[in-house]
């Protein structure tokens, strides 16, 4: 039986870890034709050679996407693969520092929006322009649950910058939803991932903490978001668009 994202050429932006990579793999098994991109070449490697031997299809284009000439070089050399560019998966993030709000730093405010925001704006920004060429496209940004809420524990950049995430995918899905693009957010809640180790340092009293304020009572795993992030791209989410999508065990439904 074909897969969800049989031949489709779907492009993934920090797919060298946590939830990028199970998505890199997740639409790997889904028939598609990936490109991984990550700012860590060896991690990006790594995927790519997951998804090959698996018996996938999968190219590793590292870059930064907070470098504008690197993200339209990745989308350019990805259309020199395959033709065209069916589906975006703007992943790439980083959490930030942890610091009261007055006190945030101006360098951290302005590193964490470079790569959350202005990253993901890049990244749209060249692909929107190579899916209105070939007819249509689908894009699935990863905001958060704190895009659509705010979460005190000081990451205050982190949370202006997936609230604009929301905003950017919002924007751009009324703009080309005429166009046949599509354009959601994936919105985890507290996943599982390296990113998370490194905000609660692995403390089993902080992870059960965290656990225990999710109404499922547990973190959520990369796969889990994988999952619905192939579906979002596919076909049989085909009158999804302006949309967030929250895979948080019920954490924003509550609030
Ligand atoms: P992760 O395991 O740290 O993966 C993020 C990946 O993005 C890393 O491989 C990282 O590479 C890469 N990256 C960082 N800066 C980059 C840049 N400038 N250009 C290209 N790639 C870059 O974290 P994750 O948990 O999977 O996070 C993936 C996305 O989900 C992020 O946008 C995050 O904000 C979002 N999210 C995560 C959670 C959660 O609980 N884990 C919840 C809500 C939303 P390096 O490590 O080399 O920097």
């Not at 284009?61 to 990805?78: F, H, N």
């Not at 930030?96 to 990244?123: K, M, Q």
């Not at 604009?164 to 046949?180: D, F, I, K, S, W």
Request: include cysteine; charge should be negative.
């Amino acid at each position: 039986m074909p897969g969800y994202l049989e031949d489709k050429v779907i492009l993934i932006t920090g797919a060298g870890s946590g939830i990028g990579r199970a998505t890199a793999l997740a639409c790997a098994r889904e028939g598609a034709r990936v490109v991984v991109s990550d700012l860590n070449r060896e991690w990006s490697a790594e995927t790519t050679e997951q998804i090959l031997a698996g018996g996938g299809t999968a190219h590793s284009l590292p870059a930064d996407v907070a470098d504008m000439d690197q993200v339209e070089a990745l989308i350019r050399d990805t259309v020199k693969l395959h033709g065209r560019l069916d589906c975006a998966h703007n992943n790439a993030g980083i959490e930030g520092e942890t610091t009261p709000f007055h006190d945030y730093s101006e360098e951290g405010f302005d590193r964490v929006t470079a790569i959350n925001l202005t990253g993901v704006w890049y990244c749209m920004k060249f692909q929107i322009r190579q899916m209105l060429r070939q007819g249509g496209g689908v894009i699935v940004n990863t905001s958060s649950g704190s895009g659509l809420i705010g979460t005190g524990n000081g990451v205050s950049a982190y949370n202006a910058s997936k609230h604009g995430v929301m905003g950017l995918t919002r924007a751009a899905a009324m703009e080309y939803a005429q166009e046949g693009i599509r354009v959601n957010a994936v919105c985890p809640g507290a996943i599982d991932t390296p990113m998370a180790d490194r905000l609660l340092g692995r403390d089993p009293e902080k992870m059960a903490a965290t656990a225990m304020r999710t109404p499922s009572r547990r973190w959520g795993t990369a796969e889990e978001v994988a999952e619905v992030v192939v579906w979002m791209c596919s076909d049989a989410a085909s009158y999804l668009t302006g949309q967030p999508v929250c895979v948080d065990g019920g954490s924003v439904a509550g609030r």
